[in-house]
């Protein structure tokens, strides 16, 4: 199943970032990527690890393709492909949706010169990361269509810089600009997933 992970991985890759672009600069004049702008410490750390587990998932179906053995067969393959593909069609639309109910307020990265408004519709409702869920839920699914060593490191790698951007990057800046507003919506939210109550 490598063909089917690596064409799953570039059509969200596509998706979720340069197309993201093309819709941010229709609606703000902008790209919306504040990457180059990334803060020595924890911001460019945070911004390293993300793209690290970002090309490492993309990487294993990639190499099987190539004829790197870097892959394992799963006990049940049929179960693990199929929800390996569910896995990545959801957290595709899952992180899709949150993106398009930012609308002009989605960034890649963080400026701390910019005051963006607090996003608490739709996916927002519910959890305060939700781009951050689809993506690792879609690395998970690329992983198990085609499970390999480097795509399952880099959801690993993934995970850990998400929690490392979310936590020590977003929610200081989110906290720092939007105060009240903030913690009241933190407080009926969870942080990557609904809250069980």
């Known amino acids: ?3 089917v992970a690596t064409i799953g991985a570039v059509i ?3 998706v979720l970032l340069p197309g993201r672009i093309v819709v941010h600069r229709r609606l703000t004049g902008a790209s919306g990527v504040a990457l180059g702008r990334a803060v020595p410490g924890v911001q460019r750390r945070a911004a390293m690890i993300l793209g690290l587990g970002t090309l490492l998932v993309g ?5 099987h393709l190539a004829g790197v053995a870097w892959d394992w067969t799963p006990g049940n393959a049929f179960i693990t492909h199929g929800a390996g593909v569910l896995l990545l069609v959801a957290g595709l639309a899952w992180a899709w949706w949150a993106q398009q109910t930012m609308r002009e307020h989605w960034r890649v990265g963080q400026d701390v010169a910019e005051r963006t408004a607090l996003v608490t519709t ?5 959890m305060r990361h939700p781009i951050y869920t689809g993506m690792v839920v879609l690395a998970l699914g690329v992983t198990m269509t085609d499970p390999t ?10 995970a850990i810089g998400v929690r490392l951007q979310a936590i020590n990057v977003e929610e200081p800046h989110l906290r720092e600009v939007h105060g009240h507003d903030y913690e009241a919506w933190a407080r009926r939210t969870g942080r990557f997933l609904p809250p069980m109550t």
């Open 149 to 158: 060593y480097p795509g399952a490191l880099g959801v690993l790698v993934l």
């Open 122 to 126: 739709g996916p927002f409702g519910r």
């Open 12 to 14: 969200a890759f596509v």
């Open 1 to 3: 199943m490598p063909a």
């Open 59 to 63: 990487v294993g179906p990639i190499a």
